[in-house]
């Protein structure tokens, strides 16, 4: 079945280093999603990506649609204390099932 | 505009019992997913509603089931409970049946002592 991989598992940064986490799925997907979870919270919706190579902005954080559709990247620019969480990347597929990667987990040292 | 809003926030349960968790989505979305979470093995997929009809099933065994209402608000089972069925369970709720933007609620904590 569809399966969807996320890479690193965990990352530790200093506060103003970058962080990218890559999302690799087995299947070509109609669009992908990102999502953040804090730790004690629940996943919230940051973005969408739906067409071939997209590439969209959210102030520090750039997020990539590859152009076969079956990967994406989450980029974030000078992290912060605010970034720690994990960010999961969600594939969709055939019938419109969402499929979660096995998240990133950020740590931001001060 | 309310949440997505799951009862019980936690629950205890021992091997063998039964359980019903109930999840409320916003207001005019009509479909409702189920994720188990866990340390190890992340969001798991569940199942999925759209108008009352289970659309898509994930891998577990049938002791996990729900089901969807007329107003949407959706509830799982999970019979013959194990350890392993210790996990967050959350509910995400969606407009269309497309699920292109989840809402989670704050899930359900389960403990199966």
């Known amino acids: 079945g569809q399966q969807v991989m996320q890479i690193p598992q965990y990352q530790h940064v200093q506060e103003g280093e970058d962080f990218t986490t890559y999302c690799n799925s087995s299947?070509?997907?109609?669009?992908i999603q990102w999502y953040k979870q804090r730790p004690g919270g629940h996943p919230v919706f940051l973005i969408q990506?739906?067409?071939?190579?997209e590439v969209k902005k959210q102030k520090r954080l750039t997020f990539q649609f590859g152009e076969a559709k079956k990967n994406s990247s989450l980029h974030i620019t000078a992290t912060q204390t605010t970034d720690v969480g994990t960010y999961f990347c969600?594939?969709?597929?055939?019938?419109?099932?969402?499929?979660f990667g096995p998240g990133t987990s950020l740590s931001v040292i001060p | 505009k309310a949440g997505v809003t799951q009862t019980p926030r936690y629950l205890i349960k021992t091997r063998g019992q039964q359980v019903t968790l109930s999840c409320s989505p916003i207001?005019?979305?009509?479909?409702v997913s189920w994720y188990q979470q866990t340390p190890g093995q992340g969001l798991q997929f569940l199942f999925e509603?759209?108008?009352?009809?289970?659309?898509n099933k994930g891998n577990f065994p049938g002791r996990f089931s729900g089901r969807q209402f007329s107003n949407s608000r959706s509830e799982m089972n999970v019979s013959t409970l194990e350890l392993g069925d210790s996990a967050l369970y959350l509910c995400a709720s969606s407009p269309g049946q497309n699920n292109e933007k989840l809402f989670f609620g704050s899930g359900t904590q389960l403990s199966v002592l």
């Open positions: 969600a594939g969709i597929g055939s019938y419109d099932k969402v499929i």
């Open positions: 990506l739906v067409k071939s190579g």
């Open positions: 299947t070509t997907l109609s669009n």
């Open positions: 509603y759209f108008s009352e009809t289970q659309r």
């Open positions: 207001s005019g979305h009509r479909s």
